[in-house]
């Protein structure tokens, strides 16, 4: 869609993201800083490795619920693995709509940029974020037409027109006064007049004008807030009035739905409805009118109100008395739907059952958060919190689990019915987040209480066996999973006893019992693929190559293949990640360790890239390959999966593969472990590339890196290495090799080291060609404006606000006004005049040395000889340059 009159604006926003890792497009509703941000990251998105991505936060009321949405909208599992994520490779995140969940969205952002060097963000907000390093973009309206000139090309104006035109209408010459008329009265906002176009197809432009000086909305004193936010509501009020009865009464329902919806949804609530034929004409007309956006995924059409847009209809809403009618109408469809796809499920996991639990998430989270809010009794929370255990292996772990908790913490009571079905679903939370003796807790007390139920003897005894495994206990974990089996047998649920059969078969295998485990394992395979419980069969026959590897690695390896590629076929995030993982083991078995380094190198790639559950056995695996070929970081990697928890039950504890020696490597953080691995498999794999590997007998002998054949050159006291392997810096310099992560400074030292004694000036090393003088005023005339006219709306804010007695909100705009004035402060120099930049020469020298300077303090903390010897021999300044005291031959 077109960008009308944001030329300056979206110039500004795609400047300051090249410098700043945090942007915020701020400005009221309705002001189009969605469209901004989103023009600007298509603008940018291939100067990203990683591309440009987008998190509305409108899927989310609760501020809890923050980090989770932005996690699994980005394809993570929960928020601990997103931020976990060490890529080093650029990307851009575009995190939409922070408003009313403010102080969650700013401390995610903030979490997620200390703990990652990758993302650069562009927030949309009606409020600063207030984290460090923000910078703020202020959105205003359109440009608006002058008293008595009239041009299609004012940006307010040409809106209206192209909206009109979607409508299928022609603005005519003698109407154009008429549109400019309206384009001031609507304060250039973008949303109203996007609705007030949509009405074209019934009124003239002048009969829309007449309409709203009917309503005279924008004199009533309930109004508060800036001329601007008037102006939307306004208009949406008066595009209400004209709705027929029953699209008002639909309009209003939808309210409860945060983020988009589906038709269903809307017919659950469209309680005038006869048929589904009348829900489907209601929506349609919402769509014509602007109230309500439709757009398809996949083969489904889904609908969602803007913010703005939704918060009149829930006003609307509450002022009826029909808020909790209504959401509790949307509680019981979720909860019909939900169950609907759990009784489906106990036939068998099918790969379409689970998207479409997956894709019902964002509506359970809201619908039981909804319950512990407002619901007098436990029956429909605890059903709710039942259904979320077929998601939490797969994601939102996190999130599930801190519900569960509210849900168990409000009822505590386990007799009431289908307690104990929720906290199976609490209880592997627990497990999965680690805790064991709460997990274990939990699910014995669920046990021995018991209750009505429909499928918590089976699920708390998975609970309990997972726990009991992790623990190293295989013959009582292979106890409670025969008890679990035989349950869902009686019970009739097929899809989890096929489960169960498959985990038994892993414990037998790790007490010896290989054969017996094969047996099972098949059979389930079978039963499963009969049944057509695709997800079953591929655990089973990912399960199969697993148990194989101890008897048969090359047929094992056939196994694995082919469960892997039925994984991605079917979108089985947990089927890949294991069969990479046993392929590496495989391959290792065979005496490959190149080709085992080669597979865990993208399984890691993998988890860079979405995340995963699976974080202990990757680095395990790893420190395995690491330890046969004798590179000594195996045993921190070692150290740092033993901290983790085991949530895989192809988690051999005790029963391993491949022992590693007794260890007592250092502890080091997620993301520091998860860079240590790949860099240290890529140097690895680029020694092995030039040097011969040799046979192994029993073991693989440890391997050298290889190493230059020239002879050292005259003078040449010492070697030094200052070279790129994988996303780490390969630092090596008197006897000591550090690896440190990458940066600007990084990439200019090892130019400078390349070339000794030659000056580099320092608008080569940041990429500049052409050298300008000045780069103009700070602020132009047009948004010093804006600013300006921002900062007197903000003012009346705050004293409408005192007036009010609400203080949050005059607190909320004084903040706001603050940062306005700090920034027109910067901006202007004595006497109000505009302050200018200086040459982009002197600008790229103050970069260069700051950088330089403060990496050379970075190294000098790991390794201080080498930060002595920068020191002393970079020079920086507008020319830059390597003098050591000594030759020195670096490899870079």
Known sequence: MELFGRARELGELVDRLRGHRLVTVMGPGGIGKTALARAASARLAHTFELGAHEVDLTRVDAPGAVGGAMASQLGFPTFSALVSSPSEQPALLVVDNCEHVLDAAAVSIAELLAACQSPTVVATSRSPLDVPGESLVVLGPLELPTAGHVDRDIPSMALFLERARDAGVAIEEDELEAVADLCRRLDGVPLALEIAAARIRSMTPAEVLARLGDLDTLSRPRFRGSARHRSVRATIEWSYALLGERERDLFDR????????????????????????????????????SLLVAHRQGSTTRYRQLETVRAFALGRLDARGELTPTWDRFVEHVLGQVLGIIDAATTGWRSSVLAELFDLFDDVAAALRWCVANDPGPSRAVLLLAVLWGVVHQAHAEDVGAL??????????????YWADAAATLATCRYLAGSLDEASALATRALEVG????????????????????????????????????????????????????????VLADLGQVDVALDLVRSAALEASTGGSDINEV????????????????????????????ARRIGYAAGVFANMRSRALGELGEGRPQDAARTMADLLDELVSRGGLELRLVLDTVAVVLERVGRPSWASLAATSHTLPVVSLLASVRHELFPLPAHDGPVLGIGEAVSLARAELAAFLEAVSVAALPVPAGRAAPLEPATDAVAPAEGAAEDGVFALVGELWQVGFAGRTVLVKPSKGMADLARLLAAPDREVHCMELVGVVVEEHTTGEVIDAAARRQYEQRARDLQAEVDDAAADHDLGRAERARVELDLLVDHLAAALGLGGQVRRTGSNAERARSAVTQRVRGTIRRISKVHPELGRHLSTSIATGTFCCYRPERATRWRT
């Open 451 to 506: 209750g009505v139920s429909f499928a918590a003897p089976v699920t708390l005894r998975r609970a309990l066996g997972q726990a009991r495994r992790a623990r190293g206990d295989a013959a009582g974990a292979l106890a409670l999973f025969v008890e679990g089996t035989e349950e869902a047998r009686a019970e009739g649920l097929t899809g989890m006893a096929l489960e169960l059969d498959v985990a038994r078969a892993t």
């Open 404 to 417: 569960g908790e509210q849900v168990l913490a409000r009822w505590p009571e386990p007799t009431v019915p």
């Open 254 to 289: 939808l309210g409860v739905c945060s983020g988009s919806f589906r038709a269903v949804t809307a017919q659950a609530l469209d309680v005038g409805a006869a048929t589904p034929a009348d829900t489907f004409q209601a929506l349609d007309s919402l769509v014509a009118a």
């Open 539 to 566: 655990w089973a026959r990912t399960t199969e190559g697993y148990i194989l590897l101890r008897s048969d690695p090359r047929m094992a390896l056939e196994v694995v293949d082919a469960a892997m590629a039925a």
